[in-house]
C-alpha cells in the first residue's frame, strides 16, 4: 500500500501559495476519495481540498494559519485501508530536510510547524542561549540562563511581525509551548509559543511595534536544565523516528518543532552584511533596488542572464506574474535555505531581514507611494489575501493597459420582454434566468467576429495571443471583495446551461467556497454594476484579458422612436479596452454588434452559438 | 525662548558624513528637517578625521618624496618645513567643506539648531545651548551622534601633552618624541605622518598585530614601512607608568621583553572609539542599545522605536564616514516611506598608512570559515610598471574567488593609491562579476590598475608578468 506525499496543488493561475485555514482531518482519520481534507485559502479564494483516494491520514505537514507554497507537501496519505507500517517511515522525512550545507549545531532550523501542535506550531522559536548571566535570580532556586527570543521566521517571505498582544509580562513564569505573543504579519497572525519552561525575563518590543524577522522579541531566563536541553536538539532530530512505530498509522511524524540558532545578535554589528543570504545572487544594486521596491524576493528568481544573473526585466516578469517571490523552482527549499545559512555562521548572522523585501504591500504597488499622513482616528486596515492580490492586479493593469472606454446606450425594451417570458418558464424548472446569460449570447458572436477583444498581449514575444476558446469572467462582488469564476467554452451553451453554471459559481464565491477551477483561464470579463446604482462605470480591465465590459443598470427613459417620444428600458453598457490591442473603431464595431443583439434578441436565433 | 517648541518631520541628531547626507535627502523627499549639531558641522569625520588627517598626510609624504628625490636627481637645499601653516592650510580646507555643507541645508531647507539633544519623550527633543533652549516637537527622529575617542584611565587626556587625534591634527609643530598608545588606523596613520615631518614615533599596542582585523600579509607589508621610518612598535605592550618633567615626559613601557623607557613630548591616545549616546536620554524614546551603548537598529536602520533610526559611528563598528554616509542616504528614504533597506554586498575601507590598505568583501579566512572553496590570486605592485616608476614598489593586490562559480568575493590591496584602486572591486563584488571578467575588462596601460586585472589572470592561472608555473 502505497505513501502518497500529498502536495498543495495548483490552485489556480498566478496562486504560488495557499494559507491552511483550516483542518477537516487529523492523523490517524480514515477518508474516503473526495473527502474533503483541507480548506486553503489563497490571495484569490479560499477553496477546499479533497483527498485523492480512499486511505488513512499519516501526518499532517502544515499547521493552520501557515502559508504553503504550491507544490509542498501538506499531507501524507496512506492509500487503502488500514495502516501499513513501514511505508510511512520512508516518506516522513525529516522535518529541516537537514541542510546540505555544512551547517554547525545551530543550523537546524525546523521546518516550520510539521508538527502536532497546532497553537504553537508555525513559528520555529529561536531561543539562542545567552552567555551572560541572567538578570533575573541567579543564586538559589537554580540560575536562569538568559535566552534570547527572536522573531522566528513565519512564513516564507514575511519579513516583519507587527506584535499585536503580549499574553505574558515580565516576570510571569512560562511553560514550554505557552502561547506567550501574537505576531501578526502581511500573512496571518500566529501566536508564538514559549521555546521553554522559564520566566520572562524582559519584554523588548512593545505591542504595535513591527519586528524584523530575527530581532529578539524577548528575553526567557530558562531553567539551566531547560536551556541545555533546548541546545542539545539544536541538531537536527532523527527524523526516522516513526519507523519504529509505525504499526498504528504513526501519529505524529514530525518531531517537535524544536528551536534552533535563528539569528539574534546583534544587528549593529553586522549592519552592513545586510545580504549575506543573496550574496549568492548575481544581480546589479540597481537591479536589488527595484526588486526590493516591487517586493520580489531576488533571491528566489532564476535570473535569465549569463550564469544566473537577475536582470531589471527578470524582476519586472516575475512582479507581473505576481507570483514572484515565492514561484521559483522548490520555492519551499530556497527560502528554508536562506534562512538558517546565515544563522549558521556567527560573524553574519543578522542579514535576514534587511535580505528579503522588508514589507510586501510593495508587492500590491510598484515603487509604492510614501505612507499617507498619520490623521487622528485613523484605522489600519492590513493589506492581505484577496485584497492584496486585487490591489497588485489593478495596479498592474493601469500600470501595462492602454485604457480607453467606450459606452453605447442600448434599447432592451424587447430584451426585458424576452427575459421576462424565459424567467417564468425558467423558474417552473428552478432555474432563475437573469440578464447575464443573454448578455453572454450576445457577446459570444460579437467576440467571433472580432477576435482581437478575445485576446492577450505577450509583450516578450511582440505577440497578440487570439484566445480559441470564449472563457467568460464574470466579476461577483463577495464579502472578502471582487472574485471572478470564468464560464468555460461558452460557445454552443444554451441559456438554461449558462444560467446554472453562472449561479454555482457565483454561490461558490460568495461563500467562499471557490474551487480551483472556477477562476483563472478566462478571455474576456463581464462586470455587472448596475443592480447597485449608478449610470455607467469605468472598468479596469482584467490582465492579460484585453477587454472587459460593463453592464449598467436598466432604466425606463424617454426615448425617441420614429420621431415620437416613448418610454423605452434603456442600458448603459461600458466597453474597456487596452488601445494596445485594440483599436477604438474595432470596439465600436464590437459594440454595434452586442447592441444589434441586443436591441433585437430574435437575432440571437440566427446565431450558430 | 522654550514656549513654543519648533515643529519638524524630522530631527536629525548629528551632523557628520551620516547626518548631513541624511539631513539633504530627507529635504529631498520633502521632509521638514531640523539638524542638531553641539560641536562643529561635518562631525569627526570633516573636522578631526578622515579630511583632516588626509591633508596632514599628503604634506608629510610630500616632505617625505622630496627628501627622497635626490634618487631621481632631484636635490632639494634648505627645506623649511612649518607644520604651523601646514596646519593653517589645512584648516582652509575643512572650512571650505564645512562651509559647503552648511551652504548645502540652507538650500534645502534644513534648519540647524545648535546644542546638545536630549529626548523628553519619543517625540520632544530639548537641545541645551549656551544661548538657551529649545524644545522641538517632531515625527521622526534620526540619531547619528557619531562615537568619540576612546580614553585610557592612566593616561588622561588633557590637550596639552596627551591628546586625541583631534589635538594631534592641530598641533605646530612636529614633537621630538612622539608616542602612540594603540595600533590601529588613527595611530598608525597619525604616527606615520609624524615621522614623515620628522619626529621620532614609537607605537604600543596591546594586541599581537597592528591595525587589528586587516589580513596579516597586507599588515606585514606596512609594518616594513614603519620600520623603513624608524617607528619602534612595540606590540603586546602597555604603558606602565608615567612621568611627567619640565621639559616632557618619560613613558615606561611594558613589553614581552621586558620593561623599555621612552621620551615622548606628546602622547597621542587612539585605542578606539565610544558610542555618543548617553547623553541623548534614549530611555524616554524607547530606544534600546546594546551593552556598550551603541543603538540597536534592523536591517532596515529602524530602532526599537519604529519612528526613530539611527546610522553610522553610533550603531557600531566598523567606524567608516562612507558607511555612516550610506546608512544616512537608506535610513532618509526609510523614514520617507520608501521601500528600501541597507543591502550592500560588501563595505570596502582603506587605511592611509605608507602603504595604504584598502579591502573590500571577505577575506580569505572568512570565505573559509562561511564553508566556501575558493581560489585565491595576488599580484604584486613591483611587477608594475607605473608603481617602480613612481618609486612605490611596495605591496600586492590579492583577489579571493569563489572556487565554484569564479565570484568575487573579496579584494584586499596593501599599496600606494590602494585606496583608489578598491572601487573597481567593490563595483564588481556589488555586480556579482566573477573574477574573468575583471581579467577580461581591458586596464589602461600603464596604471596601478593593471595590478587588479593582473591579480585576475593569477587567480585564472595565466598571469603574463609573474612566472606561473604550469598546473
Known amino acids: ?609 | 525662548m522654550a514656549d513654543t517648541p519648533k515643529q519638524a518631520d524630522v530631527v536629525v541628531i548629528g551632523t557628520g558624513p551620516g547626518g548631513y547626507v541624511a539631513a539633504i535627502r530627507l529635504a529631498q523627499l520633502g521632509k521638514r528637517v531640523i539638524a542638531v549639531e553641539r560641536e562643529a558641522i561635518g562631525g569627526v569625520c570633516l573636522n578631526w578625521g578622515c579630511i583632516p588627517s588626509k591633508a596632514m598626510i599628503s604634506a608629510s609624504t610630500l616632505v617625505e618624496t622630496i627628501h627622497g628625490a635626490s634618487i631621481m636627481g632631484i636635490d632639494v637645499k634648505d627645506m623649511h618645513v612649518d607644520v604651523g601653516r601646514m596646519k593653517a592650510w589645512k584648516d582652509t580646507i575643512v572650512k571650505r567643506l564645512t562651509g559647503g555643507i552648511a551652504e548645502l541645508f540652507k538650500r534645502n531647507g534644513v534648519e540647524m539648531v545648535a546644542g546638545d539633544a536630549r529626548f523628553e519623550s519619543a517625540d520632544t527633543l530639548r537641545v541645551k545651548s549656551s544661548s538657551g533652549d529649545v524644545v522641538i516637537k517632531t515625527k521622526q527622529v534620526l540619531i547619528a551622534t557619531g562615537a568619540r575617542p576612546r580614553e585610557l584611565p592612566n593616561l588622561e587626556v588633557d590637550g596639552e601633552r596627551i591628546l586625541t587625534s583631534k589635538e594631534a591634527l592641530d598641533l605646530t609643530q612636529a614633537p621630538q618624541n612622539f608616542l602612540v598608545v594603540g595600533g590601529g588606523i588613527v595611530g598608525c596613520e597619525i604616527g606615520t605622518y609624524m615621522a614623515k615631518l620628522g619626529s621620532k614615533v614609537t607605537i604600543v599596542e596591546l594586541a599581537d598585530s597592528l591595525l587589528a582585523g586587516t589580513d596579516p600579509e597586507l599588515t606585514k607589508v606596512v609594518q616594513r614601512g614603519l620600520k623603513k621610518r624608524k617607528i619602534d612598535v612595540h606590540l603586546q605592550s602597555k604603558v606602565s607608568h608615567l612621568e611627567h618633567k619640565r621639559q616632557g615626559m618619560e613613558c615606561v613601557i611594558a613589553t614581552p621583553k621586558g620593561d623599555v623607557t621612552v621620551p615622548a613630548d606628546k602622547i597621542l591616545v587612539a585605542i578606539g572609539f565610544l558610542p555618543n549616546t548617553e547623553t541623548l536620554n534614549l530611555e524616554a524614546a524607547g530606544v534600546e542599545t546594546d551593552g556598550r551603548g551603541h543603538v540597536r537598529v534592523d536591517g532596515r536602520l529602524m530602532t526599537s522605536n519604529p519612528n526613530i533610526a539611527a546610522i553610522g559611528d553610533v550603531i557600531g563598528p566598523p567606524y567608516l564616514a562612507h558607511k555612516a554616509s550610506k546608512e544616512g542616504m537608506v535610513a532618509a528614504e526609510v523614514l520617507a516611506g520608501k521601500q528600501v533597506a541597507l543591502d550592500v554586498r560588501a563595505m570596502p575601507a582603506a587605511i592611509f598608512t605608507d602603504p595604504e590598505i584598502a579591502t573590500v568583501g571577505l577575506t580569505e579566512e572568512q570565505a573559509k570559515a562561511e564553508g566556501r572553496k575558493v581560489r585565491v590570486g595576488s599580484f604584486p605592485f613591483a611587477a608594475n610598471g607605473r608603481a617602480l616608476s613612481t618609486t612605490h614598489s611596495d605591496g600586492f593586490v590579492k583577489f579571493i574567488a569563489d572556487a565554484d562559480d569564479d565570484t568575487l568575493l573579496g579584494c584586499h590591496i596593501v599599496g600606494h593609491e590602494a585606496s583608489n584602486l578598491i572601487s573597481e572591486a567593490a563595483l564588481a563584488i556589488e555586480m556579482g562579476a566573477t573574477v574573468e571578467d575583471i581579467g577580461l575588462t581591458v586596464h589602461p596601460h600603464p596604471t596601478l590598475s593593471e595590478t587588479l586585472m593582473e591579480a585576475a589572470h593569477v587567480v585564472e592561472g595565466h598571469a603574463v608578468h609573474i612566472y606561473q608555473p604550469k598546473k
Not at chain 1, 101 to 125: D, F, L, N, R, T
Not at chain 1, 418 to 447: E, W
Not at chain 1, 463 to 489: H, M, Q, S, Y
Open chain 1, 1 to 609: 500500500m502505497a505513501t502518497i506525499d500529498f502536495k498543495l496543488p495548483d490552485i489556480g493561475e498566478g496562486v504560488a501559495e495557499g494559507e491552511i485555514t483550516s483542518w477537516k482531518v487529523k492523523a490517524g482519520d480514515v477518508v474516503t476519495e473526495d473527502q474533503i481534507m483541507v480548506e486553503v485559502m489563497t490571495d484569490k479564494a479560499t477553496v477546499e481540498i479533497g483527498s485523492p483516494v480512499d486511505g488513512t491520514i499519516v501526518e499532517l505537514r502544515a499547521a493552520e494559519g501557515e502559508t504553503v507554497p504550491v507544490g509542498e507537501t501538506i499531507i501524507v496519505l496512506q492509500e487503502g485501508a488500514g495502516g501499513d507500517a513501514a511505508a510511512p517511515a520512508a516518506s516522513s522525512k525529516p522535518a529541516p530536510a537537514a541542510s546540505t550545507k555544512p551547517a554547525p549545531a545551530a543550523s537546524s532550523k525546523p521546518a516550520p510547524a510539521a508538527s502536532s501542535k497546532p497553537a504553537a506550531a508555525a513559528p520555529a522559536a529561536a531561543p539562542e542561549p545567552v552567555a551572560a548571566a541572567s538578570a533575573a535570580g541567579d543564586g538559589a532556586g537554580g540560575s536562569l540562563e538568559a535566552i534570547n527570543f527572536a522573531l522566528p521566521d513565519i512564513g516564507e517571505g514575511v519579513a516583519e511581525g507587527e506584535v499585536t498582544r503580549w499574553m505574558v509580562k515580565a516576570g510571569d513564569a512560562v511553560t514550554e509551548d505557552q502561547p506567550i505573543v501574537e505576531v501578526m504579519t502581511d500573512k496571518a497572525t500566529v501566536e508564538i509559543g514559549s521555546p521553554v519552561d522559564g520566566q520572562v525575563l524582559e519584554i523588548l518590543h512593545p505591542e504595535g511595534a513591527v519586528v524584523p524577522v530575527g530581532d529578539i522579541l524577548l528575553v526567557l531566563g530558562a531553567h539551566s536544565a531547560a536551556a541545555t536541553a533546548v541546545g542539545a536538539q539544536d541538531a537536527p532530530e532523527p527524523a526516522a523516528e516513526p519507523a519504529t512505530k509505525a504499526t498504528a498509522p504513526a501519529p505524529q511524524a514530525a518531531p517537535q518543532p524544536v528551536a534552533a540558532g535563528v539569528a539574534t545578535a546583534n544587528l549593529s554589528d553586522t549592519g552592513l552584511s545586510t545580504s549575506a543570504g543573496d550574496r549568492r545572487v548575481r544581480a546589479a544594486p540597481a537591479t536589488r533596488r527595484l526588486a526590493r521596491e516591487l517586493g520580489v524576493e531576488v533571491a528566489l528568481l532564476e535570473g535569465s542572464g549569463p550564469r544566473g544573473r537577475v536582470t531589471n526585466d527578470d524582476v519586472r516578469r516575475a512582479q507581473a506574474t505576481g507570483g514572484a517571490p515565492v514561484a521559483a523552482p522548490a520555492p519551499a527549499a530556497a527560502p528554508a535555505a536562506a534562512a538558517p545559512a546565515p544563522a549558521a555562521k556567527a560573524p553574519r548572522p543578522a542579514t535576514k531581514p534587511a535580505a528579503r523585501p522588508a514589507a510586501a504591500p510593495a508587492r500590491a504597488a510598484p515603487a509604492a507611494a510614501a505612507a499617507p499622513a498619520a490623521l487622528e482616528g485613523d484605522e489600519r486596515i492590513p493589506l492581505r489575501g484577496l485584497r492584496k492580490r486585487i490591489a497588485s492586479q489593478m495596479r498592474l493593469s493601469k500600470d501595462t493597459a492602454a485604457h480607453f472606454t467606450y459606452v453605447e446606450e442600448i434599447d432592451v425594451t424587447e430584451l426585458v420582454k424576452l427575459r421576462k417570458a424565459a424567467k417564468r418558464k425558467a423558474q417552473a424548472s428552478g432555474v432563475n434566468i437573469t440578464y447575464m446569460p443573454f448578455l453572454m449570447k450576445a457577446i459570444v458572436p460579437a467576440l467571433r467576429e472580432f477576435p482581437l477583444l478575445n485576446a492577450s498581449l505577450d509583450e516578450q514575444a511582440g505577440e497578440v495571443v487570439l484566445r480559441k476558446d470564449i472563457n467568460l469572467g464574470i466579476a461577483v462582488d463577495t464579502d472578502a471583495g471582487l472574485i471572478v469564476p470564468v464560464v468555460r467554452a461558452v460557445d454552443g451553451k444554451s441559456l438554461m446551461q449558462l444560467s446554472s453554471e453562472m449561479a454555482e459559481l457565483a454561490d461558490r464565491a460568495r461563500a467562499g467556497k471557490t474551487r480551483p477551477d472556477d477562476i483563472g483561464g478566462g478571455t474576456f470579463t463581464i462586470t455587472n454594476a448596475g443592480n447597485i446604482g449608478g449610470m455607467f462605470a469605468t472598468p479596469i480591465i482584467n490582465v492579460p484579458e484585453v477587454a472587459i465590459i460593463g453592464v449598467h443598470a436598466i432604466r425606463q427613459r424617454p426615448w425617441v422612436v420614429e420621431g415620437e417620444i416613448v418610454v423605452r428600458d434603456i442600458m448603459l453598457l461600458s466597453l474597456s479596452l487596452d488601445h494596445r490591442v485594440v483599436d477604438g473603431a474595432v470596439g465600436a464595431r464590437f459594440m454595434n454588434r452586442v447592441k444589434e443583439l441586443l436591441e433585437s434578441p430574435a437575432l440571437l436565433l440566427l446565431e450558430d452559438i
